[in-house]
């Protein structure tokens, strides 16, 4: 039975689409159906397609109250709209439904496991959203919420715990047949944790454990954990919201924070080995997994950035929101590597390649040119005595604008600019990465993804990845080559 909330809401979405089909959007990254979109929900691979749903608030290009998108594909470049799945229409969600994950139970059902957010008043008259977790039932088109909802609510907190900040459960089933899930939380001081819950069969939940501490080191409240194990190592991604810059790492604000160590499942522990920001660009946040059925860690991330998402130009589009890249995820040498899914190489369209090209100055390369573009550089110096100062890639280019990668080999820094992309804001548009790993003298390798208004830089096999959007007009395709002191790229 879906309620009148969602019916609306699905009628909205069917109306409002058709009136903006034309207006432009990627091509090859999920973008919102109509309205606002935000975090990645329910990535899971379900009746032979993958799902992803979405924060969602159809009704307009600014955050409201969370609803959630729907889309499926079978190659995770191709998504098809589906009707809205989750609407705020519960007492214990009339003020949204949060962020979540999805599996798929033995008997052939899909469960989603959400955030419910009901607004209480406090003493001073003021508001709080109180979060609890909660389940909904389906068949990969509608879903029906679970009549014990919620699940999870205060009584499931550890001492100290805030109801205010409990929220994205993403669960997952094991082995044996039951299931785990971990949800970000925080403590009255605001310092952020991941708790951990077990259930017998995904519908009758009970807390276990502070699976992971902040202890005031990487900003404050935790969103959006996910937990897996990976190339021998465990990973624990989460969201943190309101980071302090250390060195070149977390520099987002609310930034993405990922722990690489070990789990021993009997006790439930994780140790910390490592920590690195998961994306070093400027849009990026609240990414989520799924295992694939062929064992690939995949990930998608929001491609925006809360700082900045509520600066663009609303009169230009009734959309707003889009999904990085599917990412296969690996760790080497204690570090998460990210490629953009295998299935992108069979979207490539016509090839063209230049092989040691040496210049200086500027350069344009016939037929290297557009919006929509997989481009995959090797820069080395041509004197390996002498190398160059300088290497940069222009794009969405014309007289008037342009955004940019450039590499500094002696400083071992990339740099992303998007500050002649368009922009009439005062945002942050540079950021800087520095890469540890040089292949050689002067030598990286770098992987640029275009789709329209984005670009994801992929360095040296996807050690380190910047993800950025612009909204620069369509009509800047250009494409230039920099170098300053002498070089070759292939
Ligand atoms: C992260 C987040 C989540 C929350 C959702 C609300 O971007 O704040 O913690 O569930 O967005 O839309």
Redesign the pocket.
């Known amino acids: 039975m879906t309620s009148q909330i969602l019916r609306d809401a699905r009628k909205y979405e069917v109306e409002m689409e058709r009136k903006i089909a034309g207006e432009h959007r990627p091509a090859f990254h999920l973008s919102a159906r109509v309205g606002w979109m ?2 990645p929900n329910g990535f899971s691979f379900y009746k032979g397609e993958y799902h992803l749903f979405y ?1 969602y608030h159809p009704y307009s290009t600014c ?1 409201g109250p ?1 609803h959630w998108g729907h889309a499926v594909s079978r190659d995770l470049l191709h998504w098809e709209h589906l009707p809205a799945a989750l609407a705020p229409d519960m007492d214990y969600d009339r003020d ?1 439904c ?2 979540g994950s999805a599996v798929v139970l033995p008997d052939g059902r899909h469960l989603l496991m959400y ?1 419910g957010v009901s607004r209480e008043a406090q003493p001073d008259g003021s508001m709080k959203d109180v979060q609890t977790q909660c389940l909904a039932v389906g068949d990969g088109v509608d879903y029906e919420k679970y009549a014990g909802n919620p699940v999870l609510d205060k009584g499931a907190l550890p001492e100290g715990g805030s109801k205010y900040d409990f ?2 459960p993403k669960l997952w089933r094991k082995q044996d047949g039951s299931y785990l899930c971990v949800a ?1 939380n925080c403590t009255d001081s605001h310092d952020g944790q991941i708790l951990l819950y077990s259930s017998p069969d995904g519908f009758r939940w009970k807390y276990g454990k502070i699976l992971a501490a902040n202890c005031e080191r990487f900003g404050k409240m935790w ?2 954990p996910d937990f897996f194990s990976l190339d021998g190592k465990q990973v624990l991604l989460t ?1 943190p919201q309101d980071m302090m810059p250390q060195g070149f790492e977390y520099h987002n604000g609310n930034g993405t924070l990922c722990l690489i160590g070990s789990y021993d499942e009997a006790t439930d522990t994780f140790a910390e080995e490592g920590n690195q920001s998961i994306d070093y660009g400027i849009d990026f ?2 990414p989520q997994t799924v295992l694939a059925p062929d064992g690939r860690r995949i990930m998608i991330g ?1 491609m925006q950035n ?1 700082d900045t998402c509520n600066l663009h130009a609303p009169e230009r589009q009734s959309w707003f929101g889009q999904m990085s890249l599917p990412r296969e995820l690996s760790v080497q040498n204690g570090r998460l590597f990210q490629r953009p899914v295998r299935e992108l190489e069979a979207m490539r369209g016509q090839e063209v390649k230049y092989e040691n090209i040496a210049f200086t100055d500027i350069i344009k390369l016939n037929g290297i040119q557009g919006r929509k573009l997989d481009m995959e550089l090797t820069i080395r110096p041509e004197d390996e005595q002498n190398i160059y100062r300088k290497f940069a890639v222009r794009f969405a280019q014309n007289d008037k604008y342009q955004t940019s990668v450039s590499y500094r080999p002696y400083e071992s820094v990339i740099k992303v600019d998007r500050k002649h992309s368009g922009s009439r804001r005062a945002i942050i548009h540079q950021r800087r990465c520095l890469v540890k790993s040089e292949k050689g003298p002067g030598e990286i390798k770098i992987r640029i993804i275009l789709d329209n208004y984005s670009a994801e830089v992929f360095v040296n096999d996807g050690e380190y990845v910047l993800s950025l959007t612009f909204y620069t007009d369509l009509s800047a395709e250009g494409i230039s080559f920099f170098a300053d002191g002498r070089q070759g790229a292939l």
Do not use: H, L
Request: charge should be negative; proline fraction near 0%.
């Open positions: 935000n975090d924060q955050w969370m949204g949060f962020s955030t929220r994205d970000g969103e959006c969201s946040y609240a929001w809360w």
